[in-house]
C-alpha cells in the first residue's frame, strides 16, 4: 500500500470536522490520548505530574488527562485558575468528572520539582498574548527544566501561522488531536513543540485536505517513473536539458553550484548562462556543465530553465529576465530574479502572463520586496505570504525558512518537514533551484517537482548531520551529493516494488 502525505487542516477545517462528530466524546478521547503520551513520558521515573488546566476545551482535554492519569496511581497535581461555573459545556463535564472522581485542584505552583508539566492552558483558538495569572504559570513551566507535553498545541502558539506570542510553552512533546495544523510545523512552531504525535481519535482520516506535510520517505515512495531510470532506451536528451541563467561579475559560483545539483540530481544536460562578459570557460569540479553567455542559452532552446542565482539587478538582468519569461518553458525564479520582478511592474506582469509552468522560490526577504511588506510581517504570517505570492504570480512557490511553506495555483499547500539549521549557509538556495530545475527538465510537473526538490534538499541536510557532518558547518557544495543518494535509495527501491508486483 503506497504511503500518503499526511494532512494539515487550519482551524476552520478542524472546527468543521468537530462539528460534524459533535455526537462523539472527542474531549474524553482526546484526555486519554494526552495521558497516554504523558505515562509514556515519565517511564518509570515516578515523581509529581503537573497538569496546568485553562479555561476553555484545552483545559478541558487537560482534566480528562489528569482523570486518567490519577486512575493510573500516578501523583497528579492540577493547577487551575479560573472559575469552574465558566467553562464551556464539554470542559465543565470533563471538570465535575474529575472532581467526582476524587481529584482536586489548586491554584499555587508546587513547592517541588516535577517529573512532568502538561499544558492544558490554551488550544487552538488562542489569537492574543497570555497574560496575567496564566503568562505567570507558562513562565513557571519553561523555568523548571522539567519535560514538558503540550496538549493540542503549547499554549501561546498560533495554530495557523506558527507564531509565538511571549510568553509561550516551550514542550518536549506536543500531542496533538484530529490532524497536523500549520503552526506546528513553520515559523516558531518546531522550536515550540518538540516531537509531534498525531492522534486522531477514532475520526476517519480527512479527506480533501488542502494542507500537507512534506515528509521524505512518503515522497520517496512516490517518486514520479522518469526518476527510477528503469527505461534502457534512453540518451541524454530523453531527461531534458536545462538552462541556469545568472552569474553577473563576483557571482559566478552560484551558477556552479546550481548546475552541480542540477546534475547530480538527473538532468540530462546543463548549461550554465553567463551574464557577465567574460565567462570562465569550463568548471574544473566538474567539467560536464557547459558554460555559455546567457543569451547563448535562451537561443538554444532549453526545456526548462532556472533564472536568477548570482543575477544582480542590472539592466542587462532585467532584459535577460524578460526574454526568460516569454519562453514557453518551464521557469524557476530564485533570487535576484525575484527582486528585479519585485521593483518592476512590466517584469511582474510578464511573469503573471506566462502559460508555461513558473515557479518560485523566495526567501522570506524577497517574499516581503514581492509582497511590498517586510520581513517581520513576512514571517509573522508565513502561510498568507506564500500563498499570496503564488496567487499574484500565478505560480507554484516555496516560502524557503523553518518549515517551508509551497503553496500552488490550485490552491493546495505543503509544508516541509525535512532540512534544519544546516541548511543556513550560503549557496544552499542555489542547490535548490539547481535540484528543481532537474526535475522540470525531465519532464516532472510543476507542483511534484517543486515538492520533490524542497523536501529531498531539506533530507540531503538531515543526512549530513545523522552522518556527523553537521549541523554545525555544512556546505552547499556538500548537498547535491547527499541528495542523489536519497534519489537513488528510492529508485531502486521504486524499482524493487514494481518488479515484485510485476
Request: hydrophobic share 50%; charged share 20%; with cysteine.
Amino acid at each position: 500500500m503506497t504511503p500518503e502525505l499526511a494532512p494539515i487542516l487550519d482551524v476552520a477545517e478542524l472546527r468543521a470536522v468537530e462539528a460534524q462528530y459533535a455526537e462523539q466524546p472527542l474531549m474524553e478521547r482526546a484526555g486519554l490520548a494526552a495521558a497516554e503520551v504523558a505515562r509514556g513520558l515519565c517511564g518509570d521515573r515516578g515523581g509529581q505530574m503537573v497538569v496546568l488546566a485553562g479555561p476553555g476545551n484545552n483545559g478541558g482535554d487537560a482534566l480528562v488527562a489528569a482523570r486518567f492519569l490519577r486512575s493510573w496511581f500516578h501523583d497528579v497535581v492540577v493547577i487551575f485558575r479560573d472559575d469552574a461555573q465558566s467553562l464551556p459545556a464539554d470542559a465543565a463535564v470533563a471538570y465535575r468528572a474529575f472532581i467526582g472522581a476524587g481529584g482536586t485542584t489548586v491554584a499555587t505552583l508546587p513547592e517541588r520539582a516535577p517529573s512532568l508539566i502538561v499544558d492544558g492552558l490554551f488550544g487552538i483558538g488562542l489569537k492574543r498574548p497570555i497574560e496575567g495569572p496564566h503568562a505567570a504559570l507558562v513562565e513557571w513551566a519553561n523555568a523548571t527544566g522539567a519535560p514538558l507535553l503540550a496538549i493540542d498545541i503549547p499554549s501561546g502558539l498560533d495554530a495557523i501561522t506558527g507564531h509565538a506570542r511571549a510568553p509561550t510553552v516551550r514542550a518536549s512533546a506536543t500531542a496533538t488531536f484530529i490532524a497536523l495544523k500549520p503552526g506546528l510545523l513553520t515559523g516558531d512552531g518546531p522550536d515550540h513543540c518538540g516531537a509531534l504525535s498525531v492522534h486522531p481519535l477514532g475520526l476517519d482520516a480527512p479527506s480533501g485536505a488542502r494542507g500537507h506535510r512534506l515528509d521524505w520517505p512518503v515522497l520517496a515512495a512516490m517518486l514520479p517513473t522518469v526518476l527510477t531510470r528503469r527505461v534502457r532506451n534512453v540518451n541524454k536528451g530523453t531527461f531534458g536539458t536545462l538552462g541556469i541563467l545568472g552569474g553577473s561579475e563576483g557571482m559566478s559560483g552560484a551558477l556552479i553550484l546550481a548546475g552541480r545539483a542540477a546534475l547530480r540530481s538527473g538532468a540530462g544536460k546543463v548549461w550554465l548562462g553567463y551574464l557577465m562578459a567574460d565567462p570562465p570557460k569550463f568548471d574544473t569540479g566538474m567539467p560536464e556543465l557547459m558554460l555559455r553567455h546567457a543569451g547563448a542559452v535562451l537561443e538554444a532552446e532549453p526545456d526548462a530553465l532556472v533564472m536568477g542565482p548570482g543575477l544582480g539587478t542590472s539592466d542587462a538582468a532585467r532584459s535577460l529576465l524578460m526574454r526568460a519569461l516569454a519562453l514557453p518553458i518551464p521557469v524557476a525564479l530564485d533570487a535576484d530574479a525575484l527582486n528585479l520582478i519585485a521593483r518592476d511592474p512590466a517584469l511582474f506582469a510578464a511573469t503573471q502572463a506566462r502559460s508555461a509552468p513558473t515557479l518560485a522560490t523566495p526567501h522570506p526577504g524577497e517574499a516581503a520586496r514581492m509582497l511590498a511588506s517586510d520581513i517581520a510581517s513576512v514571517q509573522n504570517d508565513r502561510m498568507r505570504a506564500a500563498r499570496e505570492i503564488a496567487q499574484r504570480l500565478s505560480a507554484n512557490v516555496v516560502l524557503k525558512g523553518a518549515g517551508s511553506v509551497l503553496a500552488h495555483p490550485d490552491g493546495t499547500w505543503d509544508i516541509n518537514a525535512s532540512g534544519g539549521p544546516a541548511l543556513a549557509t550560503a549557496g544552499s538556495g542555489d542547490v535548490l533551484s539547481g535540484i528543481l530545475g532537474a526535475l522540470l527538465a525531465q519532464g516532472i510537473d510543476a507542483k511534484a517537482a517543486l515538492r520533490i526538490a524542497v523536501c529531498v534538499h531539506g533530507a540531503a541536510a538531515d543526512a549530513l548531520v545523522a552522518r556527523g557532518c553537521g549541523p554545525l558547518g555544512v556546505t552547499a557544495s556538500e548537498l547535491p551529493d547527499a541528495a542523489r543518494e536519497l534519489l537513488n535509495v528510492a529508485a531502486r527501491a521504486a524499482t524493487a516494488t514494481a518488479d515484485r508486483t510485476g
